[in-house]
Each structure stands twice: as C-alpha cells, then as structure tokens.
C-alpha cells in the first residue's frame, strides 16, 4: 500500500514573481547590444517577458547604428561591455553624446573598468555582473525605470 496526501480543497495563490509587478507601459522600446547570440536571445526574452520591444544589436557599431536610427524610440540600452568592432565603453560614450540622459544598463563579465567606475559613482549607468538571473536583471530595469525620469 501507499499513501498519499489529499489535495488541499483550494488552490493555493500563485506568487508572483519580482519582474511583474513592474512591467512598463505598451510602447517602450530597448536596445539590446550583446556579441553573444545565445546570451543575447536569452536577455532579449527576458526584456520582452517584462513588456518591452527589444533591438537587437551583435556588436558594438552595430548597436549604434541601430541606436542612431531609433534614438528618439528607444528609453533604455543593455549593453555588453566588451564586443568586437565598437567596444561597450566606446559605444556607450557615443549614446552619451547623442541622448545625455538614456538609461543604460551594463552587463559583463569581466571586471569593472575605471571610466565604467567613473560612470557608476556619477548614476550614470547600472552594473550587472555576468552570468546574472532573471531576477537581477529586472532588479536593475526596475531602479533604471524608477530613477525619476520621465517614461
């Protein structure tokens, strides 16, 4: 013989999880610039879960031009730090220049470097170390989106 608990009579109340309670508004668009393929399909539907379009960017020069042609749709960047063709530092310099006040979000593997520092301490930019869970990531959308900026 075995025996098995009964079922409880109801459902218990599904959790949710850290990343709905701050799903943004329809519309809100952000570029996504990561060398890895797998990675960056793995953020992307992360970023698309939690309600935003996603562009999608290989590298550096091309997360820029991408940047450059939607500068006025698109409301936050997550970019690798180091990518061939462009690097991340030199990438978000240029985002810099063209949109002083995007939100950026930084994610690597390597460690910090120090115009990254300068970046953080000026609450320029967020970090987030790789490998990261879902749960970091929207930790990080959530303080980027909640900053007191408008969108």
């Known amino acids: 013989s075995i025996l098995l608990p009964a079922l409880?009579?109801?459902q218990p109340e599904a959790e949710t999880g850290d990343f709905v309670e701050m799903l943004p508004e329809h519309g809100v668009t952000a570029l996504l610039v990561e060398d890895n393929a797998a990675?960056?399909?793995?953020?992307a539907a992360i970023l698309e879960m939690l309600g935003y379009r996603v562009i999608q960017a290989g590298d550096g020069e091309e997360g820029l031009?991408?940047?450059?042609a939607e500068t006025d749709r698109i409301e936050l960047v997550v970019s690798d730090l180091v990518m061939p063709n462009l690097?991340?530092?030199a990438l978000l310099t240029r985002i810099r220049e063209l949109k002083p006040d995007m939100r950026i979000l930084i994610t690597t593997g390597y460690p910090m470097e120090e115009s990254v520092?300068?970046?953080?301490?000026a609450g320029q930019v967020e970090w987030l170390q790789k490998p990261f869970s879902v749960r970091d990531l929207t930790e990080k959308v959530r303080i980027l989106r909640s900053d007191g900026r408008d969108g």
């Not at 990675?39 to 953020?43: D, F, I, K, P, V």
């Not at 031009?65 to 450059?68: L, N, S, V």
């Open 39 to 43: 990675a960056r399909e793995a953020t």
């Open 87 to 89: 690097g991340g530092t």
């Open 8 to 10: 409880p009579m109801t």
């Open 117 to 121: 520092r300068e970046w953080l301490e």
């Open 65 to 68: 031009a991408r940047f450059q």
